[in-house]
């Protein structure tokens, strides 16, 4: 395989399966993996949204922590100034506790925002800062010559994590255990 890609293999079950896919890299840190702190990559997509859901539902689940993560883009130009990056920084922040607060009531959650220019990165590096043993990311499926990718943060998160990479590729995929959690409650 492809330096920096994650294998035939896992990118077909990315693009084909409507169920979140779960990837574990050989070069998993600790293999006794319980949960306990969970990061997800928020871009207030609706990918990202479905991932937040769902790791929301997690937490619940495992009475886990959630980290959720904004990458704030940062444009490479010199007039941006550091009381544009601060004023950013703040309306993203805004905007994460609104996206989150919904979908992570009732559980320990954070929010992180980080200015940067490769988001696969900046994930990266939350999650050892967090000590994540979960990531959780929406995937940004695209279409070319007929067939869907996956997006490249997932690629290179799932590639490099040195943690389980759960990966939300269709927002479908949270309906059936909606319908599940709906028949437990009755």
Same mark, same amino acid.
């Given at each position: ?5 994650? !294998?035939? #293999? ?8 409507? %169920? ?7 070069? +998993?840190?600790?293999?006794? =993996? ?6 997800? !990559?928020?871009? @207030?997509?609706?990918? %990202?949204?479905?991932?937040? %859901? ?11 922590? =959630? @980290? /959720? ?11 941006? #100034? ?16 609104? @996206? %989150? ?5 009732? #559980? ?21 800062? /967090? ?5 959780? +990311? !929406?995937?940004? #499926? ?8 996956? !997006? ?12 389980? =990479? ?21």
């Amino acid at each position: 395989r492809m330096v920096g890609q994650i !294998g035939s #293999t896992a990118e077909g079950v990315i693009r084909r399966e409507k %169920c979140p896919v779960m990837i574990v890299n050989p070069h +998993l840190i600790d293999p006794d =993996v319980r949960f306990q702190r969970i990061l997800v !990559g928020i871009d @207030f997509s609706e990918a %990202c949204e479905c991932a937040l %859901c769902f790791a929301g539902r997690l937490a619940k689940c495992y009475g886990a922590k =959630v @980290f /959720a993560f904004h990458m704030l883009p940062i444009p490479p130009y010199p007039k941006y #100034t550091r009381r544009d990056y601060e004023a950013d920084r703040s309306r993203a922040r805004e905007r994460l506790m609104y @996206f %989150c607060r919904e979908y992570l009531e009732g #559980t320990d959650w954070t929010g992180h925002i980080r200015g940067g220019a490769q988001p696969h990165r900046a994930l990266l590096d939350r999650a050892a800062k /967090a000590r994540a043993d979960l990531i959780v +990311l !929406g995937s940004h #499926t695209r279409r070319s010559q007929g067939k869907w990718y996956p !997006g490249s943060a997932v690629e290179r998160v799932s590639y490099r994590a040195n943690c389980p =990479v759960i990966v939300i590729n269709d927002p479908e995929a949270l309906q059936p255990w909606e319908d599940m959690q709906a028949s437990l409650n009755k």
